[in-house]
């Protein structure tokens, strides 16, 4: 689970890409199951927690019943792609999170910007409550199990004492969402005892191949024992693990490409306020920061052709990490060959740069901007991957945004996930993480007849790392660090930007392609930028600076 800033995860940010035919696979993570032994090296390097039933099982991401090994993903250094995702306690920096999007919501107590202290403790009193029910009073769980420290660890003993027969007629008449949580407070207070018998119920409750928050489950509860396993980077350094092949890459994206709009929603948005920037601009520079296949770019070029008085000469600018080469088949040369091919056709000069590193490394000398470009910058879904102040004296998500200011760029587009998990402690992170997710697991479900396994497939490498990424990693290893709009408003006005409004023609865009989608997608216009919309749930903003 190495999670670096040489780590790149897909979630919503990898949807974003398409391929030569359909996606772009680019930096699709990936799951893996490893056994046990595995372990046995690192234990000497940290404390090792095993959860073992009294049926001497584990649960697996392969399905809801147990089997041998853990879920985990790769390190670094076996990495498809690079620079993605984190999170800190260092509340100074973080903005007011969005009421419907708090603790309180899940319980159905009225909601306010910020908790309060006794609306924290009610939420920790239903928890107990729950675990009691499951567990008995804490003398009970001492009195049948305990925990010994075995080779520089610890491990749990069975349970032999409690009522596996009664806890099992209770399952069905649970909230999975109120055992969760019961098991992340647990963790979160390191309680091990509470938090291995939760991790016992919860085998039982969640599957990849069940409903969608079953689904969401099985890999919140694999982060939480990940969490606890071998904690950090530690669990990293027992990982032997390869990425996927291209081609299985590119079917996985290919299938959330049919059934989500996240990354149609990015280009869509995004192109057409870069259309209106430069409409009457000769020679125009595109820097973006995460290039994937360069599909988005394909229909600019193709836009731009046809526009009175002849097309612009068009420069890109492609930044991505060398890493996401493996999920394309080849380096950023296949992408500056694609956009030539297209240019060519439509008769539009053209010149393609490529800068294969990633983005936080990036300094102007790389991007090779020229006087008399007008100058369009993009950050998709990719600024939040960006270490800021909370990890990293450097702050590359605000160097970036001032790097990007001094170019005097003619138009910025941004688009992110509406969720706020950068700066968060761990138990907030968890209850935002399980309410974003429930809502993205249920817009997968509702995208269509999708073959099970090829769902479970395209869930495991496209999403699922970053989840557990959000729920097990600190500081730098924790690379998914959102921010809803709001924080990045407040980062891009300190750089000196303005917001430019986007307006009819990029809401009616959207809600064009928004038809070949669910009819619970929508898009809001609001604040000046447009919010995608699952339900009642912003899922991601565009967003444009000049």
Not at 30 to 56: P, R, V, W
Request: aromatic share 8%.
């Amino acid at each position: 689970m190495q999670t670096s800033q040489k780590h790149r995860s897909a979630g919503i940010h990898g949807f974003y890409h398409q391929p030569v035919q359909e996606i772009d696979p680019y930096g699709l993570s990936h799951i893996q199951i490893l056994d046990k032994n595995m372990y046995s090296d690192a234990g000497s390097q940290g404390t090792s927690i095993s959860f073992e039933t009294c049926l001497g099982q584990f649960f697996t991401l392969e399905s809801s019943s147990a089997t041998a090994g853990f879920v985990v993903y790769d390190s670094p250094a076996a990495s498809i792609s690079s620079n993605r995702s984190p999170f800190s306690s260092q509340g100074s920096h973080s903005c007011i999170s969005d009421p419907r999007h708090s603790p309180e919501n899940i319980y159905g107590s009225p909601l306010s910007g910020s908790s309060s202290a006794d609306d924290s403790n009610i939420l920790r009193q239903k928890l107990r409550e729950l675990e009691i029910s499951l567990l008995g009073p804490e003398s009970d769980i001492t009195d049948s199990g305990s925990f010994c420290f075995v080779s520089g660890g610890y491990q749990a003993e069975p349970y032999a004492s409690w009522d596996w027969k009664q806890m099992m007629e209770m399952i069905p008449s649970l909230d999975l969402k109120h055992v969760l949580l019961a098991c992340a407070d647990a963790v979160s207070n390191a309680d091990i005892q509470r938090a291995a018998g939760l991790m016992h119920v919860l085998d039982q409750m969640v599957s990849v191949s069940g409903e969608p928050l079953q689904r969401l489950g099985a890999y919140m509860l694999e982060g939480l024992r990940a969490r606890l396993e071998l904690s950090g980077s530690k669990i990293y350094r027992a990982l032997k693990c390869e990425a996927p092949i291209s081609s299985d890459l590119m079917t996985y994206m290919g299938i959330l490409y049919q059934i989500c709009p996240y990354w149609k929603f990015a280009y869509t948005s995004a192109n057409v306020v870069i259309r209106e920037a430069v409409e009457y601009e000769p020679r125009i520079h595109i820097i973006d920061f995460q290039i994937a296949q360069g599909s988005q770019w394909i229909l600019l070029i193709q836009m731009l052709a046809c526009r009175p008085g002849g097309p612009p000469a068009i420069h890109i600018t492609g930044v991505d990490d060398s890493q996401s080469a493996h999920a394309r088949g080849g380096g950023l040369d296949i992408v500056g060959q694609r956009l030539s091919k297209v240019a060519e056709s439509c008769n539009v000069p053209f010149e393609f740069h490529d800068v294969a590193m990633d983005g936080s490394e990036v300094q102007l000398e790389h991007l090779r901007v020229q006087p008399g470009e007008a100058v369009v910058v993009n950050f998709p879904y990719v600024l939040h991957h960006m270490p800021d102040e909370s990890v990293d004296t450097w702050n590359h998500r605000d160097r970036l945004i001032r790097m990007v200011k001094s170019l005097s760029p003619r138009i910025v587009t941004l688009v992110e996930q509406e969720s706020n998990t950068n700066t968060k402690p761990f138990f907030p992170r968890f209850i935002e993480t399980l309410d974003y997710y429930a809502a993205m697991f249920e817009s997968i479900a509702a995208g269509g007849s999708v073959d099970v396994k090829q769902r479970i497939n395209a869930e495991q490498q496209c999403v699922a790392r970053d989840i557990v990424n959000m729920i097990a990693c600190e500081e730098a290893e924790r690379v998914e660090r959102h921010e809803l709009l709001a924080k990045w408003r407040s980062r891009f006005t300190m750089a000196g930007f303005n917001q430019y409004p986007l307006g009819s023609s990029a809401t009616a865009a959207v809600k064009d392609l928004l038809k070949e989608y669910h009819r619970d997608y929508s898009v809001q216009e609001r604040d000046w930028a447009l919010y995608l919309r699952w339900r009642d749930r912003d899922m991601a903003t565009s967003s444009a600076w000049r």
